[in-house]
């Protein structure tokens, strides 16, 4: 009886130990980090007065909020859940009628998110909602197999096995067996390309943003430029080779990609600021 009511006490405790980290965490919070050092004082101004009230009212500590709905309010997660990612046509070009239907995708959220954001006539929960889908949708298009174009659900279908002393989140301990770890190559991208550098979010962010100059954009960024951002995630798949040959990997492979994953949070950071500023201060 008595280990009996130990297992059940463990079981417990294994099923309210709340995630460690939601879903690729990590990166998009440095996203919302970096972004948020490069804002105007207008803009920075109007996000503090639509995040006040937030459990931690910053671009970091809400960027992964529209993941969270999976946990917190399961209806609008199910409404919003299409609005991550996007098929593009295998020529990684963007066919809204085609692979974005009803507006149903990143691309499409990009741009109607920045609109009710920028509109003052919205009440202010929804412009809050929509501040705090942006910072995560900017991410997320940069992710390039939330913006793929084959036919595996955003290399979701493509299985890893991945010998690795990273921990993996608590939802896939069951998955993790003598140090290799069953996965796939989106949960690759997402998770253990940034994971593996083992750094905190905070001092990552700090080393990214301080990796080389803030590059000027040479126009202002908008959210008509969100279909360009989903194509260059598209068009790096191939021409960065990041479908392995086989299905077992090790840190080369992380190591070996790990500069593009942080390029492509810098890159989605600084435009992510720019169109913020755009948005909010004219
Ligand atoms: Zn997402």
């Known amino acids: 009886?008595?280990?009996?009511?130990?297992?059940l006490v463990a079981a417990c405790l294994l099923l309210i130990t709340p995630l460690a980290l939601a879903w690729s965490n990590l990166g998009h919070r440095m996203v919302g980090d970096i972004a948020e050092r490069h804002l105007t004082p207008a803009a920075h101004a109007q996000v503090a007065e639509l995040l006040a009230g937030e459990p931690e009212p910053t671009l970091a500590g809400v960027a992964s909020w529209a993941d969270e709905l999976r946990n917190d309010d399961p209806e609008?997660?199910?409404r919003s859940s299409r609005w991550h990612y996007i098929k593009m046509t295998a020529s990684c070009a963007y066919e809204?009628?085609?692979?974005?239907?009803n507006g149903e995708c990143v691309v499409a959220q990009i741009e109607r998110q920045t609109?009710?954001?920028g509109d003052r006539s919205q009440p202010l929960a929804a412009r809050r909602d929509a501040l705090k889908f942006l910072v995560h949708f900017v991410g997320d298009v940069h992710q390039p197999f939330h913006s793929g174009y084959r036919d595996d659900k955003g290399a979701n279908d493509f299985q890893i096995s991945l010998t690795t002393d990273i921990k993996p989140e608590a939802y896939a301990r069951s998955r993790y067996v003598d140090g290799v770890m069953g996965t796939n190559l989106h949960s690759i991208w997402d998770y253990y390309v940034l994971t593996s550098r083992k750094l905190d979010a905070k001092t990552y962010a700090d080393l990214?943003?301080?990796?080389?100059?803030?590059?000027?954009?040479?126009k202002p960024i908008l959210a008509t430029d969100a279909p360009a951002?989903?194509?260059?995630?598209?068009?790096l798949i191939d021409a960065r080779h990041l479908y392995p040959d086989g299905?077992?990997?090790?840190?080369?492979?992380?190591?070996?990609?790990?500069?593009l994953a942080e390029q492509r949070i810098?890159?989605?950071?600084?435009?992510l600021a720019a169109l913020l500023n755009e948005t909010l201060t004219n």
């Open 1 to 7: 009886m008595k280990t009996f009511t130990r297992l």
């Open 96 to 101: 809204p009628e085609q692979n974005c239907p």
């Open 115 to 117: 609109a009710l954001l």
């Open 229 to 235: 951002w989903a194509g260059e995630s598209c068009r």
């Open 266 to 271: 810098r890159q989605a950071a600084y435009r």
């Open 208 to 218: 990214l943003d301080s990796s080389s100059p803030w590059p000027t954009p040479a």
């Open 76 to 78: 609008y997660f199910k």
């Open 247 to 259: 299905h077992k990997m090790d840190i080369g492979y992380l190591d070996a990609q790990r500069p």
